[in-house]
């Protein structure tokens, strides 16, 4: 069996003339044994890459044009575009990633997404109104005297990354044990974490275009496995508040997770989670204190399995005012606090690609007084 998957990447940076961009192309065949294991690849040339670069650079440039009309503040953005083809050449799946960071009066965010079939959408699938809420000149305010007992809502670029967080808590060596003890025990309200393949499933399109309708997150490949021949499946961490067991390794990596790397000639975790959020819808409480955007230049992560968010905020009855909330403590004991999850999904792209609505969380008194959190306003 054989298959060809392209990989065109970009970089656009603003410069005073036009934007420079850069695209590069990588085109792998991929032969695989009757077990459905990748043996072996080699780079090759097209004209269906040349076309995956050429899209590559429309996306950037218009994402390049929508930052200038919102914030005119594009520091860079980056984008990929992924195809799979079958040995016949015909296109079975494509997936395109995006994401721009943006300075901002208060300060510099990310802005990325991700989704399976066309690219063309995904400039308009950005949040660019909230984005816009920041070009006019940032004079911190003062949050309201109660904010501490209002509820938070962390709308998806923050959400995503307590989703991450929590995630790889559960999938890290350290993890994977915490995650075995506890399995079958609920310790979420009712929240359901999947870690999904690194690909959309491959559609039979008959070189006619993509089929976004199909099914995500079913399989890496055209022939559905994973480089190594396993079966390429969504896999449950947490299922409506239960801890899972987790996912049994094979060399070292998850099954149905294995990627075939062409420089090193093995196998490989993929280069990002891809992770989706599901639980009980709410509805967006009227006195909430939004945590919009994540200011990025600091360290979120921490060895100690806390993360540390520094965010642009307002409160919903004050949508002029914003100020800088941190919010640090443990991914999973952050979403034990989840009152539920409201608006759209949004799917959001960075260090992992993370499927989330906003997520309602208790307000910073509970929080705290449980011991799960730290809030605080940081001041100029």
Same mark, same amino acid.
């Given at each position: ?24 192309? #990588?085109?792998? =065949? ?10 072996? &690849?080699?780079? !090759? $040339? +097209?004209? %269906? ?95 309201? #005297?109660?904010? =501490? ?10 959400? &995503?990354?307590? !989703? $991450? +967080?929590? %995630? ?213």
């Amino acid at each position: 069996m054989a298959e060809t998957r392209i990989r065109a990447s970009g970089i656009v940076t603003p410069t005073r003339g036009a934007p420079r961009l850069t695209v590069s192309l #990588d085109t792998l =065949r991929l032969e695989r044994d009757a077990t459905g294991r990748v043996t072996g &690849s080699r780079r !090759v $040339a +097209g004209s %269906a890459d040349q076309d995956a670069g050429k899209e590559t650079g429309l996306l950037l440039t218009e994402a390049a044009e929508r930052t200038a009309s919102a914030v005119a503040g594009l520091q860079s953005a980056v984008a990929q575009i992924h195809e799979w083809r079958d040995g016949d050449g015909l296109p079975v799946s494509r997936r395109a990633e995006l994401l721009a960071r943006v300075e901002t009066p208060g300060g510099p965010v990310l802005l990325g997404t991700s989704g399976p079939g066309d690219p063309a959408g995904l400039v308009d699938a950005l949040p660019w109104d909230e984005l816009g809420a920041l070009s006019e000149p940032f004079v911190p305010a003062d949050p309201p #005297d109660d904010w =501490r007992e209002r509820p938070l809502l962390l709308r998806p670029s923050a959400a &995503s990354v307590l !989703v $991450a +967080g929590a %995630a790889f808590s559960l999938t890290s060596r350290g993890g994977r044990a915490t995650a075995a003890r506890l399995a079958g025990r609920r310790i979420l309200p009712q929240l359901t974490l999947t870690d999904l393949p690194s690909a959309p499933p491959g559609s039979g399109l008959n070189g006619s275009g993509l089929d976004a309708s199909a099914l995500d997150g079913a399989a890496l490949g055209a022939s559905g496995l994973d480089d190594r021949g396993d079966p390429a499946l969504p896999t449950v961490l947490v299922d409506g508040g239960r801890i899972c067991p987790p996912p049994p390794l094979a060399e070292g990596i998850a099954l149905g997770r294995a990627v075939w790397d062409h420089d090193t000639g093995g196998f490989g975790p993929p280069p990002l989670a891809r992770l989706e959020l599901d639980g009980p819808r709410a509805e967006v409480p009227p006195d909430a204190v939004e945590l919009v955007w994540c200011v990025e230049g600091l360290q979120r992560y921490h060895g100690d399995g806390t993360v540390r968010l520094q965010c642009l905020a307002r409160v919903a009855d004050r949508p002029g005012g914003w100020f800088r909330l941190a919010l640090r403590g443990k991914p999973v004991h952050l979403l034990r606090q989840a009152r539920g999850l409201a608006d759209p999904p949004m799917a959001v792209h960075s260090d992992s690609d993370v499927t989330t609505r906003s997520l309602v969380l208790a307000g910073a008194a509970e929080m705290e007084g449980a011991g799960h959190a730290v809030v605080t306003v940081i001041t100029p």
